[in-house]
Nanobody
């Protein structure tokens, strides 16, 4: 069974940093496109960062320059380093995966495997 589990969320003051982790099982991240999404209650899930199997990445404009996505395929893991956090970064953060690995879209509907999420709260 394909599964991803996120961890690393928490509460932090504005300007601080957090590192989210996502550990996958039941499939190989090395053969998958991976992504981080976030969602605030009452809004749609939005892409934060994506990672293709060739290690190329893309970011939403709102986090570019502050967040860094990385992957450790040897350990079937994905990470999100979040620096200079702002109150508007507060959300539930989700890890997602899709097979193939060469196409990493920003649309949530394109991803088949999702975790339960980890909450990030940034206080002003």
């Amino acid at each position: 069974q394909e599964r991803v589990v996120e961890s690393g969320g928490g509460s932090v003051q504005a300007g601080g940093s957090l590192r989210l982790s996502c550990v996958a099982s039941g499939f190989s991240t090395g053969a998958s496109a991976m992504a981080w999404f976030r969602q605030v209650p009452g809004t749609e899930r939005e892409a934060v960062a994506t990672s293709r199997r060739d290690q190329s990445t893309q970011y939403s404009e709102s986090v570019k320059g502050r967040f860094t996505v990385s992957r450790d395929d040897a350990n079937n893991a994905l990470y999100l380093q979040m620096n200079s956090l702002k109150s508007e970064d507060s959300a539930m953060y989700f890890c997602a995966a899709r097979p193939g690995g060469w196409n990493a879209p920003f649309s949530a509907k394109e991803y088949a495997t999702w975790g339960q999420g980890t909450q990030v709260t940034v206080s002003a």
